[in-house]
């Protein structure tokens, strides 16, 4: 909710001496904003709304400094470079979204992607030139040795050679006499569900004693794991197996056995995986060296600032700044 005569394009900030609007840091979360204003009371809206303006300012200075930084170290031959690639990019979204028409495509833009064609040129500039910066200077620090290939493998052991997954079904007899009939319907060919399906069962009866056992060890009594591990498709134990007062027989409906793959199939996969986490890991403490150093308004007057406008904007009590 918007209040008349309120400034909605207000400065609240600079970073590297470039101006922060109100409406750059709101604009992305009114929807949210919005949504906390009907749901929450003044108080606590004011609350959470400073700490999500918080984390935004930061992500979003952060994304500032790093393009800072990034376009002042382009040469003279990279902003030509760097032109002619946008331009490219331009006419390929003229293309897909408009057909070539750029009315077409501004409609169509706004419509699926809720912004305009310009923003998307400059939020791909912003990328390019991003990413050209990251490259150079992290790429060359990115080293992952064969001990950390062999480590990863180890550790997602299952990612690359996966459990047996077994479809079985169970029937727990009750008593001696119980698994005599058992027996004897089985061995008179009664299918084995239609059994565990009856009263003569006491496990699971409802699902005709169905479940899925991934590994080796699925019932904690080892007979059972040992007697499961020894069928093989469509089998089932003829003889019951007793544990304590119960007995039980097994029936193995279907077993999937998922390729395995060496550390010679995957390690260029893992390689990658590691290489991107490095890449990751090192852009953070990038991003957070600049974000030290950098020049900007402090963080939580911004926030404040920007809280009492969306209490203004979006809350059902509007509140004023502080006098000075």
Request: hydrophobic share 40%.
């Amino acid at each position: 909710m918007r209040l008349p005569g309120y400034t909605v394009d207000a400065m609240v900030g600079q970073v590297n001496g470039r101006a922060i609007y109100a409406d750059q840091v709101l604009e992305p979360m009114e929807d949210q904003l919005a949504a906390m204003g009907r749901q929450l009371r003044p108080g606590e809206f004011r609350r959470q709304a400073y700490q999500q303006i918080l984390r935004y300012l930061r992500s979003m200075i952060a994304d500032a400094l790093l393009y800072g930084e990034a376009r002042r170290g382009l040469t003279e031959i990279e902003h030509g470079g760097l032109k002619r690639v946008i331009q490219q990019h331009r006419e390929e979204l003229l293309r897909i979204y408009g057909q070539g028409s750029l009315a077409l495509a501004e409609q169509n833009i706004k419509l699926q992607l809720e912004s305009t064609l310009d923003q998307q040129v400059e939020k791909y500039r912003q990328t390019v030139v991003v990413q050209k910066l990251l490259h150079e200077k992290l790429i060359p620090r990115i080293n992952v040795t064969k001990g950390d290939i062999i480590r990863y493998y180890r550790e997602h052991n299952e990612q690359f050679n996966p459990p047996v997954i077994r479809k079985i079904h169970v029937i727990r007899a009750p008593d001696s006499e119980v698994a005599r009939q058992v027996r004897g319907y089985l061995t008179a060919g009664q299918s084995f569900k239609s059994i565990a399906g009856s009263e003569l069962n006491t496990w699971k009866r409802s699902e005709a004693g169905a479940m899925t056992a991934i590994g080796q060890k699925v019932f904690r009594q080892a007979p059972l794991n040992k007697r499961m591990l020894g069928l093989a498709q469509g089998q089932y134990t003829d003889e019951p197996i007793q544990i304590d007062d119960a007995y039980w027989f097994l029936f193995m409906a279907s077993i999937d056995r998922p390729a395995s793959r060496s550390i010679a199939e995957v390690q260029l996969e893992i390689k990658q995986i590691l290489h991107q986490q490095q890449f990751r890991m090192l852009a953070d403490e990038y991003r957070s060296q600049l974000f030290e150093t950098g020049s900007f308004n402090t963080l939580e007057e911004m926030a404040e600032a920007l809280t009492v406008i969306a209490a203004n904007r979006y809350s059902d009590a509007p509140i004023r700044a502080a006098a000075n």
